[in-house]
T-cell receptor, first 116, second 114 residues
Framework: GPKVLQIPSHQIIDMGQMVTLNCDPV?????FYWYKQILGQQMEFLVN????????KSKLFKDQFSVERPDGSYFTLKIQPTALEDSAVYFC??????????????FGEGSRLIVV | QQKVQQSPESLSVPEGGMASLNCTSS?????YFWWYRQHSGEGPKALM?????GDKKEGRFTAHLNKASLHVSLHIRDSQPSDSALYFC??????????????FGAGTQLIVIP
C-alpha cells in the first residue's frame, strides 16, 4: 500500500532545544497532517496543510510549533523550543483528497520524541 | 469531551473466535467512519471505511454503521494472533470547503489468544 516515510524514528533532545521531524508523504497526495500520540493512547490532531498553507490546527498546536513543505522536499514539523510535555510519538499522514470528503489518511511509522 | 467513544477498552478472544468492537459518536456532523489498526511500534493503518448505513464486509472483517444512532461496529471472525493490535475508530465531518480533521477514539486493545 501507499507509504509515508518519517525521519527520524527516534530522537532524544534536551528541553529548550529545537527539533525538526521530517515526513515524506505518498507521492501524489496533496493533503498533509500531523498527529500526536502519547503512550500508545489516543491519536490527537495537531494540524493539516494544503497548497503550502496551514488550513486547520488544534489547541495542541502551540505557538512553538510550525510546519512547512518547501517545494519537492519533506513536510516538516518544527518545535522550537521544546518542552517536557512535547514528549510523544508524532505521526505524519497524507491523503489524496480532503479527509472531509471521505478520503483515507495514510500514516507513517511515527517519530518518537523524548524531551529530557 | 471526546467526540468518538470506543468500547471495550480491551478485549481478549481465543484464536478462531469472533471479536466485536464498538464505537459511538456524539457529533451528528460526522459522515465518514474508518477503522484503523495499529500494531505495537507501528503507525495506524486503515483497515476499513464505511460511509453508508448497513454492513460492509471485507474478508474476515465486517463493519456496521447506523447513522441514526451514530454507532459503528467492527466484527472480526476467525480471529488470528496477528489480529492482536490496538484498533481505532475514526470519524470525519463534511464541512463544505474545510479539510476536516480525523477524530479518533481512545482505541480498543485486542488480544487474540493462541
Amino acid at each position: 500500500g501507499p507509504k509515508v516515510l518519517q525521519i527520524p524514528s527516534h530522537q532524544i533532545i534536551d528541553m529548550g532545544q529545537m527539533v525538526t521531524l521530517n515526513c515524506d508523504p505518498v507521492s501524489n497526495h496533496l493533503y498533509f497532517y500531523w498527529y500526536k500520540q502519547i503512550l500508545g493512547q489516543q491519536m490527537e490532531f495537531l494540524v493539516n496543510f494544503y497548497n503550502g498553507k496551514v488550513m486547520e490546527k488544534s489547541k495542541l498546536f502551540k505557538d512553538q510549533f510550525s510546519v512547512e513543505r518547501p517545494d519537492g522536499s519533506y513536510f516538516t514539523l518544527k518545535i522550537q523550543p521544546t518542552a517536557l510535555e512535547d514528549s510523544a510519538v508524532y505521526f505524519c499522514a497524507s491523503s489524496l483528497g480532503q479527509g472531509a470528503s471521505g478520503n483515507t489518511l495514510y500514516f507513517g511509522e511515527g517519530s518518537r520524541l523524548i524531551v529530557v | 469531551q471526546q467526540k468518538v467513544q470506543q468500547s471495550p477498552e480491551s478485549l481478549s478472544v481465543p484464536e478462531g473466535g469472533m471479536a466485536s468492537l464498538n464505537c459511538t459518536s456524539s457529533d451528528r456532523n460526522f459522515q465518514y467512519f474508518w477503522w484503523y489498526r495499529q500494531h505495537s511500534g507501528e503507525g495506524p493503518k486503515a483497515l476499513m471505511s464505511i460511509f453508508s448505513d448497513g454492513d460492509k464486509k471485507e474478508g474476515r472483517f465486517t463493519a456496521h454503521l447506523n447513522k441514526a444512532s451514530l454507532h459503528v461496529s467492527l466484527h472480526i471472525r476467525d480471529s488470528q494472533p496477528s489480529d492482536s493490535a490496538l484498533y481505532f475508530c475514526a470519524a470525519s465531518e463534511h464541512r463544505g470547503s474545510a479539510l476536516g480533521r480525523l477524530h479518533f477514539g481512545a482505541g480498543t486493545q485486542l488480544i487474540v489468544i493462541p
